[in-house]
């Protein structure tokens, strides 16, 4: 006969099962709707009637996608893949070495530098776009791509994590390296940085998720065709003289595509990376 405590338990599995089902749907339904939507006709996603899978699956979306010579979509997408190919190694190595530095050399003034850094993240990006694209732009990093990457290779907040990151790194590991004769910068990075892997591949997998999906300054500093990135060509779907529905759900899955495969490789990574970096001072 069964118990009351296992048919408690059964039922809170049960419970927690459909919720997780539930999470997992309204998760996936944005998926869907643009792969289902890609592979529709005008006509049918304009219609009253719904579907939930096309009768006739129009996989020429995806070719015109690419044979369209108003819109680079390959040389744009590459420009992208560049840019965060990029951003996210050299980006996450800057960080962890500020890191490591403001967290372990005693130099006079680190105190300073630590709240310097903390205050350009109450800094609204709002307020230092303009400043930041008249210095670029004086540098003649207009339509280029290393007008692009370079304000984005600095970023306070992955700083933080590192300091706190190293702040619980034992000491006691780089005494040895001491003993061996290492400076400061041979503990980083021979000791230091080798044992930051999980931090730096969480880093890294955002600031590519980040610089991947960034818009608004590369629409600002690239604004020839040949350095637009996969966002900028994708926005041209969706203009107020001519809406190109089927091209643009073509679009959003092939440049959601990246962001997916980077994010199934480094889940594991990013939580990982996250939950050893310790929010604490």
Known sequence: M??????????RLGARGLLVGLLTAAFLAPFYLMLRNSLMDSR????PEWTWWPSTMHFENFTALFDDPAVSMGPALGNSLLIAAVTAPVSTLLASAAGYALARIPVPGRGVVLALVVATLMIPGSVTFVPTFVVVGSMGGVNTLWGIVVPGLFNP?????????????????EDAGRLDGLGWLGL???????SSGAMLASLGALSFIDSWNSF???LVI???PSAWTAQIALSTFLTSQTINLPGLFAGAVVTITPLVVMFLVAQRYIVEGIATSG???
């Open 2 to 11: 069964t118990t009351l405590p296992a048919l408690a338990r059964t039922a």
């Open 188 to 194: 980083y990075g021979r000791i230091a940085l080798p």
């Open 279 to 281: 929010l604490k001072g």
């Open 44 to 47: 049918s996603l304009t219609a």
């Open 157 to 173: 907040f992955a700083v933080l994590l590192f300091r706190n990151f190293y702040l619980q790194f034992p000491s006691e590991i």
């Open 222 to 224: 690239g604004q020839d």
């Open 216 to 218: 608004l300054w590369p």
